[in-house]
């Protein structure tokens, strides 16, 4: 008999509030939501991160699903992240998260 207590290990919710929980991940999520960002302003737009938690948080999202980064190869090289279709799909269940 399962306890009422024990998270299941197999629960959805679970899974996708681990991905994007930490440091950073939610600011930089629903700044995502705005449309595409750039490291440097997301360094100024988050108070308190630093490069290198930052870099950390966004990689994880990338790799996660979460966030597609795209190289402009336009002088100066730059890169922005941008929600990808996954993130996007997640969206409403952010909004309902901020109204509760």
Not at 36 to 47: C, K, T
Not at 63 to 77: C, F, M, T, W
Request: proline share 7%.
């Amino acid at each position: 008999m399962n306890s009422p207590h024990k998270a299941d290990p197999a629960c959805p919710a679970e899974a996708l509030l681990k991905q994007l929980s930490g440091k950073w991940k939610p600011q930089i999520f629903r700044l995502a939501v705005n449309g595409p960002l750039r490291f440097n302003a997301l360094l100024r737009a988050i108070e308190g991160t630093n490069k290198q938690s930052l870099a950390s948080s966004l990689n994880e999202l990338v790799e996660a699903g979460y966030l597609d980064k795209v190289v402009i190869s336009q002088k100066p090289l730059h890169i922005e992240y941008s929600l990808s279709e996954k993130g996007r799909a997640v969206v409403p269940l952010f909004m309902q998260l901020e109204l509760l």
